[in-house]
């Protein structure tokens, strides 16, 4: 199993630009999340799935959006790209057991860089 | 005042020390709670789970739970330099509307030399 994997490793906008942030899982896991990181404030979750056609806002939801259509896949879009959104992020995916969501495994994050 | 507070560090600690690692919280829903380790430039990697309040063991780490006074611990025994790396708790709250949701510290920088 290749786990979560997110694509591009680094990234570089220019304010106003749009992009798309991939992740996908080959674990058939329910539940997939979004987080930024910055310096000094850990992780923050932006948007979450608890499944395929379900999505949810999370702490830090705005400027971005996700759509989840599969399993697999849970992309991550900036409509417009701005300074304060340079940030790596991390992808997250877990399975349910008996109900009960289970340990995260993250992916390897995407550095972004908006000018 | 954030939910999680965790002394960011840096802590720095010889070969073989042991190590405390702690984390104070504010909401009184927190039931799951987990230490991930975060090497540079990774992704974080789960090492301890727990379950409300008491002690879980796992080589030569311990994590406690304490929710009568809103505080957890790590501890690292004989620490390594492999050991070196950012450590984050992580809490969340059942069901709901709290589904899913980590709340993370701040992460604490440890280096471990030799």
């Known amino acids: 199993n290749a786990g979560v994997t997110q694509t591009p490793k680094f990234q570089v906008l220019k304010t106003g630009q749009s992009m798309t942030l991939q992740c996908a899982q080959d674990?058939?896991?329910?539940?997939m999340s979004w987080y930024r990181q910055d310096p000094g404030m850990g992780l923050r979750l932006i948007h979450y799935?608890?499944?395929?056609?379900?999505?949810d806002q999370g702490e830090v939801p705005n400027g971005y959006n996700v759509s989840r259509s599969t399993t697999e896949d849970f992309p991550l879009r900036l409509l417009s790209a701005a300074p304060s959104q340079t940030s790596v992020y991390f992808c997250?995916?877990?399975?349910?057991?008996?109900?009960?969501?289970?340990?995260?495994?993250f992916g390897p994050g995407t550095r972004l860089t908006v000018l | 005042q954030k939910e999680v507070e965790q002394d960011p560090g840096p802590l720095s600690v010889p070969e073989g020390a042991i190590v405390s690692l702690n984390c104070t919280y504010s909401?009184?829903?927190?039931?799951?709670f987990m230490w991930y380790r975060q090497y540079s430039r990774k992704g974080p990697e789960l090492l301890m789970y727990?379950?409300?309040?008491g002690n879980k063991e796992d080589g030569r780490f311990t994590a406690q739970v304490d929710k009568s006074s809103k505080y957890i611990s790590l501890f690292i025994r004989d620490s390594q330099p492999s050991d070196s790396a950012t450590y984050l708790c992580?809490?969340?709250?059942?069901?709901?509307?709290?589904?899913?949701?980590?709340?993370f510290g701040q992460g604490t920088i440890l280096t471990v030399h030799p």
């Open positions: 992580a809490m969340s709250a059942p069901g709901g509307t709290s589904y899913g949701k980590l709340t």
């Open positions: 997250a995916s877990a399975p349910t057991i008996a109900g009960v969501l289970s340990r995260q495994y």
């Open positions: 727990t379950y409300s309040s």
């Open positions: 799935s608890v499944g395929a056609g379900i999505t």
């Open positions: 909401n009184s829903a927190f039931q799951y």
């Open positions: 674990m058939n896991h329910e539940y």
